[in-house]
Every structure is written in structure tokens, then in C-alpha cells.
């Protein structure tokens, strides 16, 4: 019988990614309001992604700003 030298695990943490269709996006800012960390505006007042994979911990933040687009244009991926 061998002996057993230590047990090792991964896990692997699925980051969400956030899409953005710029094309429903009419600039109501209520994302780059409620979320500042992962949007900003450009010059026309139109939603910009700052992180495309929204970092460790600000998964509420992002589901926060997707869920408050009049426009849906905001989708969070896994």
C-alpha cells in the first residue's frame, strides 16, 4: 500500500464577463451611476465598459447596473 502524500484540490472561479450592446445603449447613465467602478460614460453620455471581467466582488455591482438599464443593453456572462 502507498502511503498517501497529501490530497490536493482545485477550483476554478468562474469570473462573470459583462457585454455591452452599444447599440440599444441610448445613455440614461443609470449604469455609470449606480455602478461607477465598472462604467463610465463617453462623450455622448453613452455607457462604457471599464472591465470587461468584472473583478471579485463586485458581482453585485454589475448585476445592480444590468438589472437598472432601461434599455437591457447590458448582459453579465458566466
Known amino acids: 500500500m502507498r502511503p498517501r ?4 484540490t482545485t477550483t476554478t472561479l468562474r469570473r462573470v464577463r459583462i457585454v455591452l450592446d452599444p447599440e440599444r445603449c441610448t445613455g440614461h447613465g443609470r449604469c455609470y451611476s449606480l455602478s461607477p467602478e465598472l462604467f463610465d460614460s463617453d462623450d455622448e453620455g453613452h455607457s462604457v465598459v471599464l472591465h470587461e471581467q468584472v473583478p471579485e466582488g463586485l458581482e453585485d455591482s454589475a448585476r445592480t447596473a444590468a438589472e437598472n438599464c432601461p434599455e437591457d443593453a447590458i448582459q453579465l456572462v458566466d
Open 5 to 8: 502524500t497529501g490530497c490536493s
